[in-house]
T-cell receptor
């Protein structure tokens, strides 16, 4: 089935540094990728939608200059957390829509800890 | 926007059927209902989806009411590995509710 590979699965970084998270669609083309953030014991919150070849669309309250999204090809979308702070520590998940009303497939998530 | 509501938590005995309800009273005619589950610190896993008719696959069954305002996910023989948070969402609404934390007890 359609798989989205997300890397890294976990990362620890120092405050002020940047972290890049990659999501690759392995056996299908993902023209759209959704990026979610999930805090402990909470549900998924949509951060932004990336579309191949165009600018990402950010949800209200999400800083586009802090969370840089690039969708350079039909199989790769990246999220870069710039100047990370401890409050950015969270579980980040990407998701791509599937054809024929089969919903979405999800990456395995990235646990970001900023110290 | 269509939203879903689910009970925050449920317990079920191992080997018994787990029935997880979901209300989606504002669903529109062409929106599918999807069920996912999330085991701790993993990405959501697809379970099943449906539009109008009841559906069954190797993981679960989905019962959708005739008015489509609610649905029930049925795990026929729950195992300890089914312990997870179960989410019911309406596609194309990317709004995730809190889900139901299902705990399977031995």
């Amino acid at each position: 089935g359609a798989v989205v590979s997300q890397h890294p699965s976990w990362v620890i970084c120092k405050s002020g540094t940047s972290v890049k998270i990659e999501c690759r669609s392995l056996d299908f083309q993902a023209t759209t990728m959704f990026w979610y953030r999930q805090f402990p014991k909470q549900s998924l919150m949509l951060m932004a939608t990336s579309n191949e070849g165009s600018k990402a669309t950010y949800e209200q309250g999400v800083e586009k200059d802090k969370f840089l999204i690039n969708h350079a090809s039909l199989t790769l979308s990246t999220l870069t957390v710039t100047s990370a702070h401890p409050e950015d520590s969270s579980f980040y998940i990407c998701s791509a829509p599937l054809p024929a009303n089969y919903g979405y497939t999800f990456g395995s998530g990235t646990r970001l800890t900023v110290v | 926007d269509a939203k879903t509501t689910q009970p925050p938590s449920m317990d079920c005995a191992e080997g018994r059927a787990a029935n997880l309800p979901c209300n989606h009273s504002t669903i529109s005619g062409n929106e599918y209902v999807y069920w996912y589950r999330q085991i701790h610190s993993q990405g959501p896993q697809y379970i099943i989806h449906g539009l109008k008719n009841n559906e069954t696959n190797e993981m679960a069954s989905l019962i959708i009411t005739e008015d489509r305002k609610s649905s029930t996910l049925i795990l026929p023989h729950a195992t300890l590995r089914d312990t997870a948070v179960y989410y019911c969402i309406v596609v194309y609404q990317l709004i995730w509710g809190a889900g139901t934390k299902l705990i399977i007890k031995p």
